[in-house]
């Protein structure tokens, strides 16, 4: 009887520090989060000259990933906010990739038009899906010179219409900013 009672003291013991312990929820920043440190996964598609791209060809390089479809508005929106990196750290050697599920005629229109900068590659929504790497769109993701995740974050924007927006840039930037520097060091 006493190993009984001794059994059920543990037992409630354990249960009661499980329940006290926070929960995390799933929610893009965890998912985010989750991705740091991981290697960024092989993929090969299409470039807007239906030729093929592979991941493979972005090894020993800092990339810059921006996930995104013509037909979103915020993904559309964040494009002079993200043609402001090419700007900035193109001459650095930072390859700026775009993955979309258009396909490359359509995508090719579209940049032809808009004048994004990045080097836009399709991809099939499976293959995408397959990366799993993005949360949605837009998805931005910064890789390092070792194949390694540095940072995701959801849209990117140096204005201040959404605060929290503005600073998780400016963080993606530092970080840009910081493996660049790794690299001269």
């Known amino acids: 009887m006493r190993t009984f009672l001794l059994l059920i003291i543990l037992c409630s013991a354990s249960f009661a520090n499980a329940q006290t312990k926070p929960v995390k929820w799933a929610t893009q920043e965890t998912f985010f ?27 020993g390089k800092i990339v810059v990933i921006n996930f995104w479809f013509e037909a979103c508005p915020p993904c559309v929106k964040e494009m002079p906010e993200l043609n402001k990196l090419v700007d900035k750290y193109g001459e650095a050697g930072v390859r700026f990739i775009a993955i979309t599920y258009d396909l490359p ?11 994004y900068k990045y080097e836009i590659v399709s991809l099939t929504d499976d293959e995408i899906r397959k990366l799993n790497i993005n949360h949605g769109y837009p998805t931005n993701i910064l890789i390092g010179k070792d194949g390694k995740i540095i940072k995701a974050i959801n849209a990117v924007s140096f204005n201040n219409e959404i605060p929290s ?18 690299g001269s060091n």
């Open 165 to 182: 927006i503005k600073e998780q840039t400016l963080v993606f930037e530092e970080k840009l900013k910081a493996e660049i520097n790794k």
């Open 33 to 59: 989060e989750e991705l740091i440190g991981k290697d960024l996964p092989d993929f090969k598609g299409v470039n807007i000259n239906n030729k093929q791209f592979l991941s493979s060809s972005l090894k």
């Open 105 to 115: 005629k359509s995508a090719k229109k579209f940049q032809n038009q808009s004048g």
